[in-house]
Structure formats: C-alpha cells, structure tokens
C-alpha cells in the first residue's frame, strides 16, 4: 500500500508546475482527478513537439490520473465540481489569483461545504503581491528573481531547464503534505499560496549570503559559484567539455595532480585568465572517457558535461531505474522521469498511462 492511497485530489492545473506536482502525489497513491476545459484541455497536450496523438511533454507529467472534463463557468458543471470537492482531500489549481472566487468556487466557499479541504493555488506572483495579476513564464521569474543575471558570460543566457516552474511543483507537493499532516492533528484544511517568483527567491542562498559577506553584487562569472576562479569552472577537452570543482583544498590538489599540473596547485583561487588557459590547454590532450575514468578511478570532483541522450546511457541512471517507460496506446514505450527518492518499504508504480481528455467522466458522472 502507497503512503497516498486514500487521499483524492482535484488537479485544476496546466502545462508544468501543478502537474508535476499532482503527478509525485499519483505516483505515492494519491487519486488524482485531472479536471479539463471540454474541447480544450490542458494546453500541454498540444505543445510540440507532438507524437502520433499527443505532446511528449504531457506524456511526461501526467501518468497515474484520471481525466475528466468540466466547464465551470456553466451551473450544471458548477455544481459536479461541488460535489466531487466534498469528497476530496485535495485541490490544486494555477489560476491567477481571483479567478476561481469569480467563478463561485473558491477556496472561501468550498471550505464551507468541506473544511477538511487542502487548497494549493500556484501562480506567478501569490495571492498577495503587487505583480498579482500579472502573467508570466519560467523565463520572467528566474529573470525577475537574479537567477538569470547570474548565468551565462557577457549576457544573460537562458537556462536549460525549468527552475521555476519545477520548484514551484516540489514546493506545492511539501505544502501539501504538511498539510495533510497538520490536518491528522486538527481536522482541519489549508489554503497554501505557492508563488513561482517565490521559488524562484528561494535559490538565491549562495549570492545572497555572498553579497551580505561582501557588499558587492554577485554577477555571472565574478564569483566562484559563477565560474570566476579556476578551481570551479567549466573547461573543454579533447571531444567535449568536464565540469572541475575543487572548492576544498584537498580535492583541488588531487586534480592537479592527476593531470599532470603540480605547478598549478597555488593558483586554486586564482582569476587570471592564463590559470584556466593552462588548465584547458592541458585538458584537450585528454578524452571525455579519459577523464571519467580517471575521476572513477582517484575519486576527483571532475566530470563531463553531458546531453541528454548521453545522460539516459548513463549507468549511474540506469541503476538507480531513474527513467521510466510507460506503454501508451498508438505510442509504444514513452520515457518519462521516475521519482529520484528511494525508500525502504514504498515503491511507486505506474499505474496507468496519462489519460485521454475525459477517459474517465463515465466513471464520475453516471
């Protein structure tokens, strides 16, 4: 039995963050009822790129659900959401703020009809904020938040992921739960506010305790976790590239040591631009494999920078089965991310695919 199981949650989200958050809680367990705008649906069904039916990034985030569709700005649709929520343990939406008490079916007026409701809402900006009714994506808030002004060399450069949007999906997920956990001890629900700008200020640890020790701003590549000292940077070899961090002094020597660079020892701190020629000149005599090996072998914190279909080789994710594959109907064998955390006793599953727009109205609306 999941540690879930039992619990039902309504998913009102789109796109990424609220179901990559309603999905770790599937895959614990949890039932969760992806509610759909008929004809519509979640916009992530449609983003390319598109396999034979639907987009490979809604296939990523929504296995274990259930899907149903409803329009709630129509009574009759109103009143099955009501219904469903009296029963539920768990609503989770990313509208912006507002939009679900217009409607008539806020958090005020379902905790009426169930107080033991959790109600997570995940927006840009929170419920209280003068950005509150502002759109936005990933790219505003790690821009807004100093994430993007801390990454790349003369300007700004994109990440290649989504900080934003997933931190904000982990965050919903510890809400949730401390949540649940809370209510175990007072019978009562929760309002939880999640701001993806919020999640985003919540990376900022290392720059921020930088700038209190220094008084100076933290920019990209004038600091070490920046890669402004040679003992923490990016260098390329011989077919490739290998990330170096040798922060502490013993794991610095041990590089040097190991390719051959003795001399360079008592520069480990060093921003002068002929240390890390040095480093990369003597680097490109060596091969990517070259170098994993040699960092296996003496334990040095040096490895290659790797792509994807490279990273899905590797054997450290192949053990720890941190892809999945999931058998889809006219798809074949869909990859998708596991959970990365490993117990003792829980074992998440697959349980069923990410269903089709409404698969399930049958079984909720007789």
């Known amino acids: ?172 997920v510890i809400g949730i739960l401390l949540a649940l956990r809370e209510r175990d001890k007072t019978g009562k629900g929760d309002f939880i506010d999640v701001s993806m700008f919020d999640t985003v200020i919540s990376w900022l640890g290392i720059p921020l305790a930088e700038y209190i020790a220094t008084g100076i701003v933290p920019k990209r590549r004038n600091t070490w976790s920046t890669g402004a000292t040679s003992c923490y940077d990016v260098y390329e070899v011989k077919d490739g590239f290998v990330t170096i961090a040798g922060l502490e002094e013993k794991f610095w020597i041990d590089i040097m040591k190991a390719i051959g660079r003795e001399d360079l020892i008592p520069y480990q701190n060093s921003r002068e631009k002929w240390v890390k020629e040095e480093i990369e000149k003597t680097l490109k005599q060596f091969t990517i494999e070259e170098i994993e090996r040699l960092a296996r072998e003496k334990g040095l914190c040096m490895m290659p920078v790797k792509d994807i279909s490279q990273v899905l080789e590797d054997p450290h994710v192949k053990m720890r089965e941190l892809i999945w594959e999931i058998e889809i109907e006219e798809e074949g064998k869909v990859k998708t991310i596991a959970p990365p955390i490993k117990f003792g006793n829980i074992q998440p599953i697959v349980k069923s695919p990410p269903p089709e727009m409404g698969e399930h109205n049958e079984e909720f609306f007789k």
């Open 1 to 172: 039995m999941l540690p879930l199981e039992g619990i039902r949650v309504l998913d009102l989200t789109r796109l990424v963050p609220g179901p990559y958050a309603t999905m770790i809680l599937a895959d614990f367990g949890a039932e969760v009822i992806k509610i759909e705008q008929p004809g519509i649906g979640d916009y992530a069904r449609e983003f390319e790129p598109k396999m034979k039916k639907e987009s490979a990034i809604f296939y990523m985030f929504n296995r274990n659900k259930k899907s149903i569709t409803l329009d709630l700005k129509k009574g009759e649709d109103k009143n099955k959401f009501i219904e469903l929520a009296k029963t539920s343990d768990v609503i989770i939406e990313g509208f912006r703020p507002g939009v679900m008490d217009r409607l008539g079916l806020g958090y005020d007026r379902i905790s009426e009809i169930n107080p033991r409701i959790i109600w997570c809402s995940i927006s840009g900006f929170g419920k209280e904020s003068p950005y509150k009714h502002m759109p936005g994506h990933d790219i505003n808030y790690v821009g807004l938040g100093g994430i993007l002004d801390l990454t790349g060399y003369e300007r700004p450069a994109v990440l290649g992921t989504q900080l934003a949007d997933i931190g904000s999906a982990l965050w919903a």
